[in-house]
Structures are given as structure tokens and as C-alpha cells.
């Protein structure tokens, strides 16, 4: 059983860390590597805005696939 809130939180202190957490390490790591470009990307302005969206979507993300898998094998 994994906690949707936890994952989230994960997500929010590094974006892709709640998917690994949720078993999902490819996805993790892509997450971390889009946010790395991203932190790059913030010397020429576009990163300002892609960071917190994709921040937000991993969070997001994380949050509901851990509400998804806990229902799918019966946890609650």
C-alpha cells in the first residue's frame, strides 16, 4: 500500500521522487532529468514557467497513481 499524500509530498520536494516511490522508477527518473532541463533552462526564462508546471503535474501524478494502485489491489 502506498499513501497518495505521501506521494505527493515526494513529488513536491523533487519532482519524480513520488513516482519512484510508487514502483514507477523509469518515470522518476525522466521526471527528475525534465526538471534538470528545466533548471537549466530558467537562464533563458522558459524554465520559470515549465518548472512549476511540471513540478505541479508529478505531483499530481504521484498522487493519483498511488490512489489508483491502492484501489486496484484492495487497499484502503
Do not use: C, H
Not at 513536491?12 to 533548471?39: C, D, E, H, M, P
Not at 526564462?45 to 499530481?60: E, F, K, R, S
Amino acid at each position: 500500500m502506498r499513501n497518495p499524500i505521501l506521494a505527493a509530498i515526494l513529488s513536491l520536494i523533487v519532482a519524480g521522487l513520488g513516482q519512484i516511490y510508487n514502483g514507477q522508477i523509469g518515470k522518476g527518473v525522466i521526471f527528475i532529468l525534465i526538471q534538470l532541463i528545466n533548471g537549466a533552462l530558467t537562464a533563458v526564462l522558459i524554465g520559470w514557467l515549465l518548472l512549476p508546471i511540471v513540478g505541479l503535474w508529478a505531483m499530481v501524478d504521484a498522487y493519483m497513481t498511488a490512489k489508483r494502485n491502492n484501489e486496484r489491489y484492495g487497499f484502503r
